[in-house]
């Protein structure tokens, strides 16, 4: 076999095992802080409201729904947790 032949081989082969294109995950619940420098950062990391919640605390910044899904109607949050109720006792 001649290095040609090895040459076009090998490229076959890796584009064979080719995974594809990787796709950016966009999750439902978004933290934004305020960075002195930089202004004002925006994430959208969090898959329940409690985890960006929970990160808003140390940062001290406020979670809201990620506005990029809402004008995109095609793609829906996979997890969208219902407001608590809480129940009230009666005595």
Do not use: H
Not at 24 to 36: K, Q, V
Not at 40 to 46: A, N, P, Q, T, V
């Amino acid at each position: 076999m001649g290095n040609a032949t090895r040459t076009l081989l090998a490229l076959a082969g890796l584009l064979a095992l080719n995974p594809g294109t990787a796709q950016a995950t966009e999750y439902p619940y978004c933290l934004t802080f305020i960075e002195s420098w930089a202004g004002s950062i925006e994430r959208c990391d969090y898959s329940t409201m409690a985890q960006c919640e929970a990160s808003a605390q140390g940062l001290s910044g406020s979670c809201a729904a990620n506005w990029r899904l809402a004008w995109n109607r095609s793609q829906t949050p996979d997890v969208v947790e219902p407001a608590a109720r809480t129940k009230r006792i009666r005595r």
